[in-house]
């Protein structure tokens, strides 16, 4: 398994809603701000993207966009239009929205009836289950722009938008599921078509990959988290020289080679802690001397011991 196929592996969605905007113009979404990644993908018409100290910018049919932190930002069918809050629309509309662990047994569907242009969109937002701690979605620009001309999305993102639009017309059981599933596929093929568009735009993990020779050391580290790494090996692992690995990798990834691995380390523990394994056993797979020395480390990345990693999020 490839390094970003491993690295999405490690991302999880503790949920997701997936909606159908059916508006007609004149209308304005303020969609706030929250916990969460929203995204919204245009399928028929157009609409402007307005945020917080960036230009608007017109969404054309096939654009996507997703917000990693979820900042503020409002969509409307013109510059100008007032807009109401997300919230306060789906509330008026008698959807009740379920909560941040929830899965919803149908699509959220909204629309707004005006005299003017159509716009259809699927919007989204996925939660992932370790937002503090996900390196993918810390390696993300604020805001992620994927245009109708990448045709790695319209291919996957068509069929879904399909998919949910029948789902709201007919509500059949296992319906959440599914969604969930489809929501966390959606997600990694973004991450990918960021990656291939624009990885310049990505920092971290993310922006590594983009770079042959310190994708081949990540490779080595992910690998092998317990192995006695020095600068020097993971630096013939990249096939570079010591001081060029050394400074390529804090200029790509914004950290230390040894900073990076014991993030690795600490995210193989949760797992490996998860699945039932000693604290004992877990500290010498990751090269840990001492228990000691482990529950330190994973006390400083995760703010609690070992013993309480249960109240970690998945």
């Not at 017309?169 to 959606?186: K, M, N, Q, T, W």
Request: charged share 15%.
């Amino acid at each position: 398994m490839d390094l970003l196929s491993q690295t999405l592996a490690t991302t999880r969605l503790r949920s997701a809603v997936l909606a159908v905007f059916d508006l007609a113009a004149p209308w304005g979404i303020d969609c706030e701000q929250g916990a969460g990644s929203p995204c919204h993908y245009v399928l028929e018409g157009a609409c402007w993207l307005l945020g917080k100290g960036v230009a608007h910018r017109l969404l054309n049919a096939g654009d996507l966009v997703m917000f990693p932190r979820w900042g503020w930002h409002a969509l409307v069918s013109a510059p100008g239009v007032a807009t109401a809050p997300i919230r306060a629309l789906l509330s008026a509309s008698g959807v009740v929205l379920p909560g941040p662990d929830a899965l919803p047994d149908v699509p959220v569907r909204l629309t707004v009836n005006g005299n003017g242009s159509r716009c259809r969109m699927l919007s989204m937002v996925f939660r992932a289950a370790d937002i503090q701690h996900d390196p993918v979605l810390a390696g993300l620009p604020d805001r992620v722009l994927i245009p109708s001309a990448n045709p790695t999305m319209s291919g996957l993102l068509d069929p879904a938008m399909r998919f949910i639009s029948q789902e709201a017309e007919h509500v059949r059981g296992g319906y959440s599921v599914i969604a969930h599933r489809l929501a966390e596929l959606l997600f990694m093929q973004i991450v990918r078509a960021q990656l291939l568009i624009a990885p310049e735009a990505t920092s971290g993990l993310l922006r590594g990959l983009g770079d042959a020779g310190i994708a081949r050391a990540l490779a080595a580290m992910h690998g092998q988290p317990g192995r006695k790494w020095t600068v020097a090996s993971l630096a013939a692992a990249g096939g570079l020289s010591r001081s060029v690995f050394a400074a390529r990798f804090r200029a790509l990834t914004g950290s230390t080679p040894f900073d990076h691995l014991t993030s690795v380390r600490m995210l193989h523990a949760r797992a490996r802690l998860r699945e039932g394994a000693a604290v004992k056993r877990v500290a010498g797979e990751l090269g840990y001397h001492t228990s000691f020395a482990f529950a330190q480390a994973f006390k400083r990345r995760f703010g609690c011991p070992p013993s309480r990693h249960e109240t970690l999020p998945m």
